[in-house]
Nanobody
C-alpha cells in the first residue's frame, strides 16, 4: 500500500504565504506524477497544480503566478508554495500521486487525507 501524508495547512491572512508538503511512503517502485487539488465547501474538487516525473508543470489559471509546485524525488515528496493568498483560496487541499508499485503493475492513483487552508483576516 501507499500512503500520502500532507502537512503545512493553516490559517493565514490575505496576501500571506503557506507551504504545503506531501510525503509518499510504502510500496513504491516509481512515482509517475504528483499534484495538488483542492475542494471548497459546496464545490467539486479541482486541480491546483501537477508535476510529472520529468516535464513541465501545470497550474490552474486561478493560481498561476502565485503558487509553485515542486518535488524532491529522493524523498518522494511534493511541495506547494502558495504566495499572495486570497480568501477564495480557502479549501481543503489534497495531495495526489500516480504510483507504480512494482515494475509490472499498472499505475494507481493515491490521495492524501487533506489539509485545511483558510485565508481570512
Amino acid at each position: 500500500q501507499v500512503q500520502l501524508v500532507e502537512s503545512g495547512g493553516g490559517l493565514v491572512q490575505p496576501g500571506g504565504s503557506l507551504r504545503l508538503s506531501c510525503a509518499a511512503s510504502g510500496s513504491i517502485f516509481s512515482i509517475i506524477g504528483m499534484g495538488w487539488y483542492r475542494q471548497a465547501p459546496g464545490n467539486q474538487r479541482e486541480l491546483v497544480a501537477t508535476i510529472p516525473s520529468g516535464g513541465s508543470t501545470n497550474y490552474a489559471d486561478s493560481v498561476k503566478g502565485r503558487f509553485t509546485i515542486s518535488r524532491d524525488n529522493t524523498k518522494n515528496t511534493t511541495y506547494l508554495q502558495m504566495n499572495s493568498l486570497k480568501p477564495e483560496d480557502t479549501a481543503v487541499y489534497y495531495c495526489n500521486a500516480e504510483v507504480r508499485r512494482t515494475r509490472r503493475e499498472p499505475i494507481h492513483s493515491y490521495w492524501g487525507q487533506g489539509t485545511q487552508v483558510t485565508v481570512s483576516s
